[in-house]
């Protein structure tokens, strides 16, 4: 057979299998749907309520921090998101920017309380965060749960910035970390809701330390 005849076959054939190989690869490409996106720009907070110990809060609780618009700030808040009319999925991406102001001490024990400045977050009730942070020289959990026997992290550990403090700490450079909160798992149903909370001590004091959050991203993935 002519080479270059030969060349040419086998040319058409490799072309072919990764044509063929490649379909398959797309047919497994996820799905996936943004079923909620909030950056708070317009003061609104749809699906989302705020309560304190004794009662919900109608207020909006918007403010403008570092040239940012955010839902904050909170100490001893509960925040609910509920999202309804889920498309079909099996698996939920939850992402978005959680802000960390001012005096929180991490994991120490305070005397009086015994409690740490804990931060919890929950998908369908389920807790899937319960986690310390620190803008001070105390030690914190995060990137890992709050365990008391478990080795803790420096401050500040793996914030993906620092930021000037809002009130306490607002002569400090870095005195509000930002973390990203980044979390997928599989997730089937028409509805998610999710709960953030905090147990900050002193109580109900947000110039002493406090908590917000931004740009909530959630989007539900289909895994063929």
């Known amino acids: 057979m002519n080479t270059g005849r030969l060349t040419s076959i086998l040319y058409i054939w490799l072309h072919l299998f990764i044509f063929v190989t490649g379909m398959g690869c797309f047919k497994n490409i996820p799905i996936k749907k943004v079923v909620y996106e909030r950056d708070f720009k ?7 309520e705020i309560y304190n110990i004794l009662r919900k809060i ?5 403010i403008v921090f570092n040239g940012t618009t955010l839902l904050g700030r909170f100490n001893n808040n509960l925040v609910t998101l509920s999202v309804d009319s889920l498309p079909e999925h099996n698996a939920i991406h939850i992402q978005f920017d959680l802000y960390i102001h001012d005096k929180w001490e991490g994991s120490h024990l305070d005397p009086l309380t015994k409690i740490p400045d804990v ?9 899937i965060m319960i986690r310390t942070f620190s803008n001070t020289t105390y030690l914190q959990s995060f990137p890992d749960d709050y365990n008391p026997i478990l080795t803790q992290k420096p401050p500040h550990s793996d914030a993906w910035a620092l930021l000037p403090g809002v009130c306490a ?56």
């Open 42 to 48: 317009d003061y609104k907070r749809p699906g989302i």
């Open 119 to 127: 931060w919890q977050l929950k998908l369908d009730q389920v807790p």
């Open 169 to 224: 700490l607002s002569d400090k450079s870095d005195g509000t970390s930002l973390y990203k909160i980044d979390y997928i798992t599989s997730h089937t149903g028409q509805k998610i809701s999710l709960a953030m909370n905090d147990a900050l001590q002193p109580f109900d004091q947000p110039c002493n330390k406090s908590w917000s959050i931004g740009n909530i991203l959630i989007t539900a993935v289909k895994y063929q």
């Open 58 to 62: 109608d207020s909006p609780m918007v």
